[in-house]
């Protein structure tokens, strides 16, 4: 019904607006356009945010937002297709962003939990063990991000490092030849690195492309990595049994 009185009016009634005001008209337009942008809507997205988001990613806390804008933007500005383009664009840049700086955590154990000490108040992490957690898959956009923050998060008096892979579901191999140069750096300074709780294909690439780096220092749990005593500065990392 709508589509045929639009076409019987486009055929037999453009004359009855040929005499109206150009704001008469824009009123008209913009009443009709309106309801397309769907306010609730930007403000739920609006809504995700948090100060400890905000402190991590920065201006790419709100993503869906953003791109929601940008698309809309480009769709009252240029067209529908290319609103629809720079609404993917933006939304595949602030994933970029976001992927290749995630957030590393450092954990502490509390009633058996291990904790990201941020958001718990109270946790102190060990001085001498290290636990952290890197919550994305690691590969080559975000390897030099990660072994950067490990190192930064280390101490003097750090004499363990323990990678918790639970919240990495996958690693490709340029962040596992990453892992493999920051077990040799922390070696140098004292400090050995293990991994724990890897799990479905970071398992997989760890075990297949790097083995002989990491064999006897992957561990199903995080106490296990934490109790298997030290190396001994005269035994050989990468000894088989």
């Given at each position: 019904?709508?589509?045929?009185?639009?076409?019987?009016?486009?055929?037999?009634?453009?004359?009855?607006?040929?005499?109206l005001?150009?704001a008469?008209?824009?009123?008209?337009?913009?009443?009709?356009?309106?309801?397309?942008?769907?306010?609730?809507?930007?403000?739920?997205?609006?809504?995700?945010?948090?100060?400890?988001?905000?402190?991590?990613?920065g201006?790419?806390?709100?993503?869906?937002?953003?791109?929601?804008?940008?698309a809309?933007?480009?769709?009252?500005?240029?067209?529908?297709?290319?609103?629809?383009?720079?609404?993917?664009g933006?939304?595949?840049?602030?994933?970029?962003?976001?992927?290749?700086?995630?957030h590393?955590?450092?954990?502490?154990?509390?009633?058996?939990?291990w904790?990201?000490?941020t958001?718990?108040?109270?946790?102190?992490?060990d001085?001498?063990n290290?636990?952290?957690?890197?919550?994305?898959?690691?590969?080559?956009?975000?390897?030099?991000?990660?072994?950067?923050?490990?190192?930064?998060?280390?101490?003097?008096?750090?004499?363990?490092?323990?990678?918790?892979?639970?919240?990495?579901?996958?690693?490709?191999?340029?962040?596992?030849?990453?892992?493999?140069?920051?077990?040799?750096?922390?070696r140098r300074?004292?400090?050995?690195?293990?991994?724990?709780?890897?799990?479905?294909?970071?398992?997989?690439v760890?075990?297949?492309?790097?083995?002989?780096?990491?064999?006897?220092?992957?561990?199903?749990?995080?106490?296990?990595?934490?109790?298997?005593?030290?190396?001994?500065?005269?035994?050989?990392?990468?000894?088989?049994?």
């Amino acid at each position: 019904m709508v589509a045929a009185l639009t076409l019987i009016t486009l055929l037999f009634l453009t004359g009855l607006f040929e005499q109206l005001p150009e704001a008469t008209l824009s009123a008209v337009v913009i009443a009709a356009v309106i309801e397309l942008v769907d306010f609730p809507a930007l403000r739920r997205l609006y809504r995700v945010w948090t100060d400890r988001l905000g402190s991590i990613y920065g201006f790419a806390a709100r993503p869906d937002f953003a791109a929601a804008i940008a698309a809309m933007l480009g769709v009252l500005i240029f067209d529908t297709l290319p609103g629809l383009v720079i609404g993917i664009g933006v939304s595949i840049l602030l994933l970029l962003y976001r992927v290749s700086e995630p957030h590393v955590a450092t954990l502490a154990k509390l009633h058996g939990d291990w904790l990201d000490i941020t958001r718990h108040a109270g946790l102190r992490p060990d001085p001498a063990n290290l636990v952290v957690r890197v919550e994305s898959g690691l590969f080559f956009a975000n390897a030099d991000h990660v072994r950067e923050r490990i190192q930064n998060l280390r101490t003097p008096a750090t004499r363990m490092v323990v990678l918790d892979a639970e919240t990495s579901p996958f690693i490709d191999i340029t962040a596992a030849k990453m892992l493999v140069q920051l077990a040799a750096a922390l070696r140098r300074d004292g400090t050995e690195l293990r991994i724990a709780r890897d799990i479905g294909q970071f398992r997989d690439v760890i075990r297949h492309a790097v083995p002989e780096a990491f064999h006897h220092k992957v561990f199903p749990t995080i106490d296990q990595a934490l109790d298997e005593p030290l190396e001994q500065p005269d035994e050989q990392p990468d000894r088989r049994d």
